[in-house]
C-alpha cells in the first residue's frame, strides 16, 4: 500500500504504515476489547469490513492564513498545528480536489492570521461546504463565495449556518427515495460502508412489520427498511425529519413511514411506546444511546439492529440488553475511517 505523503505529520492516518493482515487484526481487537470490559467476551466478533482508500465522502478541514499563505488540512498529530494537505489517500477525489480550490478562496476572503474550519461532504448532486468562521455573511463574503462555488461545481454553500450560494440542492439516494439533504447533514462517512451497514441492518430486524428507526438521520436506514415494514422514524433535528417526510410522500413502493422529533437521551421510547414495535433500529452518535437501551431491556420489543461508531458505549449498551434478556449474535467491525483508531460497527440483538 502506497504511504501518503503526509504520514506521520497529519493527525489523521496513525496506522498506515501497519502490515494489512495486522492493521485488520488491531481494528478488530477494539472491538473484541471493548465488550470483554463489558463481560462480553465470548461474543462474536466477525472481520473487519474495510472500505476502499478514497471514498471518504465528509471531512472536516481546518484552514488558516499565515504570512499571506493559505494553510488546509487536517490537524497534525497530538497538535492544533494544520498538516497543509497536498495529498490524501482517504477522501474523495472531488473532496480533495476542492481542498485545492478552496486555497483561492480562502486566499481571497481571509485575512492574515485568520482561521476558518470547514466541513465538506461529497453529496450525488455536487459538493456541500459548510463553513464556521469568526465573521458574518455579508454581501462581498457572498459574492465572493458565489464566484468560487460556481466556477468549481460546488452545489452549496453556508457560513455560520447561513446559505451564502446555493447552485443545485445537494441529495442522496436511500434506497428508492432521492432525499434532499439540509444543509450540515450526517451522513455515513462511505457509500461502502453505508451499504454493509445497511445489509446487517436488514437483515438483524428480519420479517419486522412495524419498526422504530431511532436517531434516523435523514433516513440512512428508514427507506429500505420501509420496503417492507412501517417505519416511524425518531430524530432530533427537525430539519432531518422534514427530509425524510418529503422523500416518503414522494417515493412510491413503501411502507407508511411516520416521523417525531425528540431527544432520545432524555426521553427514549418506553412503556407503552415500544409495544407496537416488533423491532427497533438505533444509529446513536458516540455517546450511544444508554438510556433506549435501559428502556428496551424493560421491553417486549423481539429484535434490535444496533449500528455504533464507538465501541465503548455499544459494549456498555450491548451489556445492557444482554441483561435484560437479549441474546447479542455476532458483531461485525466495519472500518469506514481507514488507519484511524475509530471503527465503527452493527450486530443484531434477539429475545
Known amino acids: 500500500m502506497k504511504i501518503c505523503r503526509h504520514f506521520g505529520v497529519c493527525g489523521g492516518c496513525s496506522f498506515q504504515d501497519m502490515p494489512d493482515d495486522a492493521y485488520r487484526a488491531l481494528k478488530r481487537s477494539f472491538v473484541v476489547d471493548a465488550l470483554a470490559q463489558n463481560g462480553l467476551e465470548s461474543v462474536e466478533v466477525d472481520s473487519v469490513l474495510e472500505v476502499p482508500p478514497y471514498t471518504r465522502r465528509r471531512a472536516v478541514f481546518k484552514a488558516a492564513k499565515r504570512a499571506g499563505v493559505v494553510q488546509i488540512g487536517f490537524h497534525a498529530a497530538q497538535s492544533h498545528a494544520i498538516a497543509d494537505m497536498h495529498e490524501c489517500l482517504v477522501i474523495t477525489p472531488r473532496l480533495f480536489a476542492l481542498v485545492g480550490a478552496m486555497r483561492e478562496l480562502f486566499a481571497a476572503l481571509l485575512n492574515d492570521g485568520e482561521d476558518i474550519e470547514v466541513h465538506a461532504t461529497d453529496s450525488d448532486t455536487g459538493a456541500e461546504i459548510a463553513m464556521r468562521w469568526s465573521r458574518k455573511l455579508t454581501p462581498a463574503i457572498s459574492a465572493e463565495i458565489a464566484r468560487w462555488a460556481q466556477k468549481n461545481k460546488v452545489a452549496r454553500v453556508t457560513l455560520n449556518g447561513n446559505i451564502a450560494t446555493e447552485f443545485a440542492t445537494p441529495t442522496v439516494q436511500f434506497g428508492k427515495a432521492r432525499v434532499t439533504l439540509p444543509p450540515e447533514s450526517f451522513l455515513q462517512p462511505t457509500h461502502e460502508g453505508?451499504?454493509?451497514?445497511?445489509?446487517?441492518?436488514?437483515?438483524?430486524?428480519?420479517?419486522?412489520?412495524?419498526?422504530?428507526?431511532?436517531?434516523?438521520?435523514?433516513?440512512?436506514?428508514?427507506?429500505?427498511?420501509?420496503?417492507?415494514?412501517?417505519?416511524?422514524?425518531?430524530?432530533?433535528?427537525?430539519?432531518?425529519?422534514?427530509?425524510?417526510?418529503?422523500?416518503?410522500?414522494?417515493?412510491?413502493?413503501?411502507?407508511?413511514?411516520?416521523?417525531?422529533?425528540?431527544?432520545?437521551?432524555?426521553?427514549?421510547?418506553?412503556?407503552?411506546?415500544?409495544?407496537?414495535?416488533?423491532?427497533?433500529?438505533?444509529?446513536?452518535?458516540?455517546?450511544?444511546?444508554?438510556?433506549?437501551?435501559?428502556?428496551?431491556?424493560?421491553?417486549?420489543?423481539?429484535?434490535?439492529?444496533?449500528?455504533?461508531?464507538?465501541?465503548?458505549?455499544?459494549?456498555?449498551?450491548?451489556?445492557?440488553?444482554?441483561?435484560?434478556?437479549?441474546?447479542?449474535?455476532?458483531?461485525?467491525?466495519?472500518?469506514?475511517?481507514?488507519?484511524?483508531?475509530?471503527?465503527?460497527?452493527?450486530?443484531?440483538?434477539?429475545?
Open 194 to 351: 453505508e451499504a454493509a451497514l445497511r445489509e446487517k441492518i436488514l437483515a438483524g430486524v428480519k420479517n419486522a412489520k412495524n419498526i422504530a428507526d431511532l436517531f434516523a438521520g435523514c433516513g440512512t436506514f428508514t427507506f429500505s427498511l420501509a420496503e417492507k415494514a412501517k417505519v416511524h422514524a425518531v430524530e432530533l433535528d427537525k430539519p432531518a425529519l422534514a427530509a425524510i417526510a418529503a422523500a416518503a410522500r414522494a417515493t412510491q413502493g413503501l411502507k407508511p413511514i411516520t416521523t417525531e422529533a425528540r431527544d432520545l437521551f432524555k426521553a427514549p421510547l418506553s412503556g407503552d411506546e415500544l409495544k407496537p414495535f416488533d423491532a427497533v433500529v438505533i444509529d446513536p452518535p458516540r455517546a450511544g444511546a444508554q438510556a433506549q437501551a435501559t428502556a428496551l431491556a424493560a421491553s417486549s420489543v423481539r429484535r434490535i439492529a444496533y449500528a455504533s461508531c464507538n465501541a465503548e458505549t455499544f459494549a456498555r449498551d450491548a451489556r445492557i440488553l444482554v441483561a435484560g434478556g437479549y441474546k447479542l449474535g455476532a458483531v461485525t467491525p466495519v472500518d469506514q475511517f481507514l488507519w484511524s483508531s475509530h471503527i465503527e460497527l452493527v450486530a443484531a440483538f434477539a429475545r
